[in-house]
């Protein structure tokens, strides 16, 4: 909104010197994420009084998991991603380039997933049980939204000249000209890619600050990926595929951080509120939609590699003991796993957490090794 006002007082050749920082990209990234955190944080207290209220026994605990989340974590507010939400919204608002339809296409996706988080969690809260909405409503609803995002991405988002037919071709990391056109299936593959990184977020949202901070480092790099991206210049240098407009997704990217720190502030051990499908549901598609923009929808498979372990946990545990009655790992999602094998809520946390920061390396490695 705010670069609206720098691009009329442009045209009308007036000079505020103030608001010419308002064309900087990075300048409004980072304001993006100050406000987004500012936000995020300002709503706390009060609004997890009033989820407590509300929600009176809070988020049901799975009774035949971990025994000691029964005591500990009983009685603690469940969707605070509504305060991850509400900076990410409010800081893109202010900050983006309002006529970019990535933008639109981003903040399509993580509203409509928040929703349905919401319902999902509403479910839960209302039915005390932890199961919510049936898993065949989910998905049908996250692939209808993700094919109507893939779909306006192909017929809208702006073409380059030196790259024609990109809007429908998948890039392969590691190599300089491995590119192919999936021509219309492009649009299976975006929402497989967006629906399954969003579910894959939302079974790693299990312990406290285990699943917000590394979406932060996940958005971190995507937005410098998409800043990059988004510059012929860089991209030239880079030899990486330019991407026209998608450097605005960065303003996103900051938003998502500075929304996820804010919330961190109340979630961080012990917990005074959880994430919930509304925050992990909407931050996973909007990962999954930063990556198809960008066209790095296969680095965000090495990026976000922690949250595919998670959702490859719970494939594996599930159709292994299907198949023969037993179970790969003491318990699915991983991170349960080595709960049970003695280690410490915290210690599992901040292992994960270095996982997602050396995968995130590795991601940005992509860039130049081609």
């Known amino acids: 909104m705010l670069y609206f006002l720098y691009e009329w007082l442009a045209r009308g050749q007036e000079h505020v010197p103030l608001l010419n920082l308002l064309k900087y990209l990075t300048f409004r990234t980072g304001m993006a994420m ?26 049901p605990i799975r009774t035949d998991g971990i025994a000691r989340h029964v005591t500990e974590k009983a009685g603690t507010p469940t969707m605070g991603g509504f ?8 800081g893109a608002i202010l900050w983006a380039d309002l006529s970019n339809i990535h933008v639109w296409v981003v903040l399509l996706i993580t509203g409509s997933y928040g929703v349905l988080g919401f319902m999902d969690d509403y479910a839960k809260v209302t039915k005390q049980t932890t199961a919510g909405l049936s898993s065949v409503q989910k998905l049908i609803a996250q692939f209808a939204v993700a094919i109507i995002a893939a779909v306006l991405l192909i017929l809208f988002a702006p073409r380059s000249e030196m790259a024609p037919g990109m809007e429908t071709s998948l890039v392969f990391p590691f190599f300089k000209t491995l590119v192919i056109n999936l021509g219309w299936f492009y649009v299976a593959f975006a929402a ?25 480092i996940a958005a971190a790099t995507f937005g410098l990926i ?39 502030w109340y979630n961080a051990p012990p ?65 349960h796993h080595f709960e049970k094998l003695g ?23 992509t860039l130049k090794l081609r």
């Open 343 to 365: 280690w410490p809520e915290s210690t599992v946390v901040i292992r994960f957490w270095i996982v997602a920061m050396m995968l995130s390396f590795i991601g940005l490695a």
């Open 192 to 216: 497989v890619t967006i629906a399954g990184f969003s579910n894959a977020v939302n079974l790693t949202d299990g312990l406290d600050g285990l699943a917000i901070v590394p979406v932060m």
């Open 34 to 59: 100050l406000t987004a955190y500012i936000v995020a944080v300002a709503m706390g207290s009060r609004f997890i009084r009033w989820m407590k209220a509300k929600q009176g026994k809070g988020q």
């Open 83 to 90: 305060m991850i939400l509400a900076g990410l919204f409010v």
């Open 271 to 335: 917990a005074k509120i959880f994430m919930g499908d509304t925050g992990s549901l909407a931050l996973g598609g909007a990962l999954g939609a930063i990556a198809v923009c960008s066209k790095h929808e296969l680095v965000l498979g090495i990026v976000g590699g922690l949250f595919v372990a998670e959702a490859l946990s719970v494939i594996i545990q599930v159709g292994y003991f299907k198949k023969t009655g037993k179970r790969v790992f003491l318990m699915a999602p991983i991170h």
């Open 226 to 264: 998409t800043y990059l991206v988004g510059n012929y210049k860089f991209a030239d240098y880079l030899n990486l595929h330019f991407a026209p407009g998608v450097g605005e997704l960065a303003v996103l990217c900051g938003a998502i951080i500075g929304g996820g720190m804010g919330f961190l």
